[in-house]
């Protein structure tokens, strides 16, 4: 069975930087794209960021510059580093697995509480 865990979440204040993790278990990791998503309170949930199979890596505006998408396949784990933290980066962040091939092939994490406060 599938299962995706996320770690890393957490209070921080504006200007810091978090790095969350991803670990997934029964699927092959290295057939799956993979995504950061986030939903703050009465918001929609929003994509993140994203990496596929090879490594190439797309970002959402307002993260350019700050968040970091990556992946080792050998760990089977995607990781989202964040730096320079704002409050409106407050929100529930979900990794996701879609397969390449098999694009019906959905999976989503837990979500981790992402606070960014003083």
């Known amino acids: 069975q599938v299962q995706l865990v996320e770690s890393g979440g957490g209070l921080v204040q504006p200007g810091g930087s978090l790095r969350l993790s991803c670990a997934a278990s029964g699927i092959l990791f290295s057939s799956y794209a993979l995504g950061w998503y986030r939903q703050a309170p009465g918001k929609q949930r929003e994509l993140v960021a994203t990496?596929?199979?090879?490594?190439?890596?797309d970002y959402a505006d307002f993260v350019k510059g700050r968040f970091t998408i990556s992946r080792d396949n050998a760990k089977n784990t995607v990781y989202l580093q964040m730096n320079s933290l704002k409050p409106e980066d407050t929100a529930v962040y979900y990794c996701n697995a879609r397969g390449i091939m098999f694009e019906d092939n959905v999976y989503w994490g837990q979500g981790t509480q992402v606070t960014v406060s003083s």
């Open positions: 990496i596929g199979s090879g490594g190439r890596t």
